[in-house]
């Protein structure tokens, strides 16, 4: 009735919803500064700062949609500030759970999408520096972007995290969506604060050069430097150093490769299959095509397939 006298009645309508909570939505009554008519990502991320009155009243009812859209001016998706209202509500209120994750899902999809103002930042900045700690960790509690790290690499993960260091919780699988809000928010990734360093092994180790790998080596780098450089500039640019030197590599086989790593004041030694360290390879004897090829695709920072598909062509 409403939507078909809106016309003749707009202003009185208009007012009238403006003055009072007269929305339906979620067993109760609101104010049309706090709906929206649909939602952009899971519907079950808003839960305080905004309602979605298309979960009361169907998506697909077109009159409706109209007349709270179209005509009452209700927001058709929720805003940026909707879901940073939600998170810093959460972090005031309760205990970090997978909902919060998928938050900051949600907000660095947006972000990638372009759908950050310059005012948007500013109250992201407010909130990273001022605000309560929005990033969940793995410790069931809240961390500042300044204390947490993101777990992308799984070996480093497990020791820093033992020694109570601060680790987002979010899997490695999910972290890749989440990287464009972590990058913003100056959250640090475990994979490039991690320091390694070979352990130079006793005068009794026996060491002898592989022509055989040193040759198929020599061989995918030049291919991997031409990809890097023309698909994933930043790939590049971060590997350019560790990558130039690896073009006369030379692969050597011993009985065990040492390895000793340092990240957020926490060593641990380390027996990998294979380690480039200076131009060189170091491998063990039972180092295989699978493993040298997953610790090249490390070092570049792409994918272990791409780098197995130069070795086969």
């Not at 009452?72 to 998706?77: C, D, E, G, H, T």
């Not at 080596?217 to 698909?231: A, E, H, I, K, S």
Request: proline share 5%; glycine share 6%.
């Amino acid at each position: 009735f409403l939507f078909q006298n809106f016309r003749q009645n707009s202003s009185v309508i208009t007012s009238a919803f403006q003055g009072q909570p007269l929305v339906l939505a979620g067993g109760a009554r609101r104010a049309l500064s706090s709906v929206v008519w649909a939602t952009s990502g899971p519907e079950h991320l808003l839960q305080s700062s905004v309602q979605v009155l298309s979960q009361t009243y169907g998506e697909a009812d077109k009159d409706l949609q109209a007349f709270f859209v179209g005509d009452l001016k209700v927001p058709p998706q929720p805003s940026v500030r909707d879901y940073i209202t939600e998170l810093r509500h959460m972090a005031t209120t309760q205990a970090p759970d997978q909902r919060s994750v998928d938050i900051l899902a949600q907000l660095s999809q947006l972000y990638v999408d372009g759908a950050w103002t310059e005012p948007v930042r500013e109250e992201w900045a407010s909130v990273l520096t001022q605000g309560p700690a929005v990033f969940p960790t793995t410790a069931g509690k809240w961390a500042r972007a300044s204390e947490v790290f993101a777990g992308d690499d799984p070996e480093v993960r497990k020791h820093v995290s033992a020694a109570g260091v601060p680790i987002l919780a979010a899997t490695s699988e999910a972290l890749p969506q989440l990287l464009g809000l972590l990058r913003l928010s100056g959250v640090g990734l475990l994979s490039e604060v991690v320091r390694s360093e070979r352990v130079r092994p006793s005068t009794s180790d026996t060491v002898a050069a592989d022509p055989a790998l040193t040759s198929a080596m020599r061989r995918v780098v030049p291919f991997l430097l031409r990809f890097l450089y023309t698909r994933h500039t930043a790939a590049y640019t971060a590997a350019r150093k560790t990558l130039h030197a690896l073009v006369g590599v030379q692969a050597i086989r011993h009985e065990v490769v040492t390895v000793r790593r340092h990240a957020c004041g926490v060593s641990w030694s380390t027996t990998p299959a294979c380690v480039f360290d200076d131009g060189v390879a170091h491998v063990t004897r039972s180092c295989d095509e699978i493993r040298w090829v997953g610790e090249l695709s490390r070092v570049c920072g792409v994918e272990p397939l791409v780098v197995h598909a130069l070795v086969l062509s």
